[in-house]
């Protein structure tokens, strides 16, 4: 079996493309290799976590399972399995703005948290075929947290807005555009339950409780593009 010699041209470089690189002894039983042009140090080994376990962790999180159950199952630190949730859901394509007219807009808040009292305000289309959430805010159910959800839809084109009787609406919704009724909700109520159904930490009387904002809003971001791509 032949073996490569020291200086002997292995490998291209990762960092500049180069195609000349030599090795350049080991690291941990790990062959390295330095780039002749931008003589920085690499080697073909890549090291952390297979990739495809990272997808199916959170796979399994946005199938309703708990953190700490995904590391039992795949063996790994439920604090990793919370930081890929938080380097998938960054990683995540800008969605493009909604620009198409919707014929209804239902707003509503889905769920409580247990621990810190964090209300959500979620927001989706109410068109029967093409019902999607259009946008999202974690916050107490007040006026100022509903302005900051109205900035991100006050632009869209629609005959009204659905919501039940929170006060709170009625400070940054038009008069004339505002239904609050239960009857104007129907559809926003199923996706409650969608959202209680595929995130454990949203479950009535469960162990997952949502003890971070940023672990709410990642949870919601990484299954709102799901459900609206699927």
């Given at each position: 079996?032949?073996?490569?010699?020291?200086?002997?041209?292995?490998?291209?470089?990762p960092h500049c493309a180069h195609p000349d690189s030599i090795r350049y002894g080991t690291s941990r039983g790990v062959q390295r290799y330095r780039c002749q042009a931008c003589r920085r140090i690499l080697q073909t080994l890549r090291r952390g976590k297979d990739p495809a376990l990272k997808q199916q962790a959170c796979q399994?999180?946005?199938?309703?399972?708990?953190?700490?159950?995904?590391?039992?199952?795949?063996?790994?630190?439920?604090?990793?399995v919370s930081r890929w949730l938080v380097q998938t859901a960054q990683s995540l394509p800008a969605s493009p703005p909604q620009t198409e007219v919707?014929?209804?807009?239902?707003?509503?808040?889905?769920?409580?948290?247990?621990l810190k009292k964090i209300s959500m305000l979620v927001?989706?289309?109410?068109?029967?075929?093409f019902s999607k959430v259009l946008g999202f805010v974690c916050?107490?159910?007040?006026?100022?947290?509903?302005?900051?959800?109205?900035?991100?839809?006050?632009?869209?084109?629609?005959?009204?807005y659905g919501t039940d009787m929170l006060k709170a609406?009625?400070?940054?919704?038009?008069?004339?555009?505002?239904?609050?009724s239960k009857t104007f909700t129907t559809q926003i109520e199923s996706l409650n339950c969608r959202l209680r159904?595929?995130?454990?930490?949203?479950h009535r009387k469960t162990?997952?409780?949502?003890?971070?904002?940023?672990?709410?809003?990642?949870?919601?971001?990484?299954l709102i593009h799901q459900l609206n791509t699927s």
């Amino acid at each position: 079996k032949s073996s490569l010699r020291f200086g002997e041209l292995t490998m291209q470089c990762p960092h500049c493309a180069h195609p000349d690189s030599i090795r350049y002894g080991t690291s941990r039983g790990v062959q390295r290799y330095r780039c002749q042009a931008c003589r920085r140090i690499l080697q073909t080994l890549r090291r952390g976590k297979d990739p495809a376990l990272k997808q199916q962790a959170c796979q399994l999180y946005l199938e309703g399972m708990g953190m700490r159950a995904i590391g039992r199952i795949l063996g790994i630190h439920h604090k990793t399995v919370s930081r890929w949730l938080v380097q998938t859901a960054q990683s995540l394509p800008a969605s493009p703005p909604q620009t198409e007219v919707c014929s209804f807009i239902e707003i509503d808040e889905p769920a409580r948290s247990s621990l810190k009292k964090i209300s959500m305000l979620v927001l989706a289309n109410g068109d029967s075929i093409f019902s999607k959430v259009l946008g999202f805010v974690c916050g107490r159910r007040t006026i100022k947290t509903g302005k900051v959800l109205w900035q991100q839809i006050k632009h869209l084109p629609t005959m009204g807005y659905g919501t039940d009787m929170l006060k709170a609406y009625e400070n940054f919704i038009p008069h004339a555009k505002h239904y609050a009724s239960k009857t104007f909700t129907t559809q926003i109520e199923s996706l409650n339950c969608r959202l209680r159904h595929y995130l454990a930490r949203l479950h009535r009387k469960t162990l997952c409780y949502s003890k971070s904002k940023t672990m709410l809003e990642v949870s919601l971001k990484l299954l709102i593009h799901q459900l609206n791509t699927s």
